[in-house]
T-cell receptor, first 114, second 114 residues
Framework: NAGVTQTPKFQVLKTGQSMTLQCAQDMNHEYMSWYRQDPGMGLRLIHYSVGAGITDQGEVPNGYNVSRSTTEDFPLRLLSAAPSQTSVYFC?????????????FGPGTRLLVL | GNSVTQMEGPVTLSEEAFLTINCTYTATGYPSLFWYVQYPGEGLQLLLKATKADDKGSNKGFEATYRKETTSFHLEKGSVQVSDSAVYFCALSDRDGGYQKVTFGIGTKLQVIP
């Protein structure tokens, strides 16, 4: 099993550019989430999905779009990049179930917006 | 809403020293509690978890006990090693509507010096 994979590992964008961060998991997990990690702020939830075709907003959704057409894939789209979106982005997945289900994280994507 | 409080650090210890990282939480329901660890350049991975009051989670010499009366889940290790240098995240999982939402603390950076 590859677990949770993310591409690219690093990306530099100019303000106003758009891009898609890819996330895939091979564990047949129903739940998938996108977080951003910033110094002093921990992990903040951007968007999440409880299954194919179902997505919802987290704490900091502005400027980001998601879709979930398959169980495996959960791409994150930056519509018009801004310097405030410079961050490290993590995708995570877990099984649907009780609260003690473990989340599995990808290795992260470091994004710099100039 | 739910919240998790932990110190940001860094916490600097000498090898073989005793480690305590404090974590307190606020939750409306009956959450499960987790410690995740993030090694440099990697994603988060589960270190240990506890699902109900008085449960003790343990792994790799680390321990934490779910204390409902003090709403705490402090992480301890009797003798740290240089290889334990990482960022440690306390987290809780609780039902939020139809979704098991995970709330993270800001992360505590641990530096262990030889």
């Amino acid at each position: 099993n590859a677990g949770v994979t993310q591409t690219p590992k690093f990306q530099v964008l100019k303000t106003g550019q758009s891009m898609t961060l890819q996330c895939a998991q091979d564990m047949n997990h129903e739940y998938m989430s996108w977080y951003r990690q910033d110094p002093g702020m921990g992990l903040r939830l951007i968007h999440y999905s409880v299954g194919a075709g179902i997505t919802d907003q987290g704490e900091v959704p502005n400027g980001y779009n998601v879709s979930r057409s398959t169980t495996e894939d959960f791409p994150l789209r930056l519509l018009s990049a801004a310097p405030s979106q410079t961050s490290v982005y993590f995708c995570a997945s877990r099984r649907r179930g009780p609260p003690q289900e473990t989340q599995y994280f990808g290795p992260g994507t470091r994004l710099l917006v100039l | 809403g739910n919240s998790v409080t932990q110190m940001e650090g860094p916490v600097t210890l000498s090898e073989e020293a005793f480690l305590t990282i404090n974590c307190t939480y606020t939750a409306t329901g009956y959450p499960s509690l987790f410690w995740y660890v993030q090694y440099p350049g990697e994603g988060l991975q589960l270190l240990l978890k506890a699902t109900k009051a008085d449960d003790k989670g343990s792994n790799k010499g680390f321990e934490a006990t779910y204390r409902k009366e003090t709403t705490s889940f402090h992480l301890e290790k009797g003798s740290v090693q240089v290889s334990d240098s990482a960022v440690y995240f306390c987290a809780l999982s609780d039902r939020d509507g139809g979704y098991q939402k995970v709330t993270f603390g800001i992360g505590t950076k641990l530096q262990v010096i030889p």
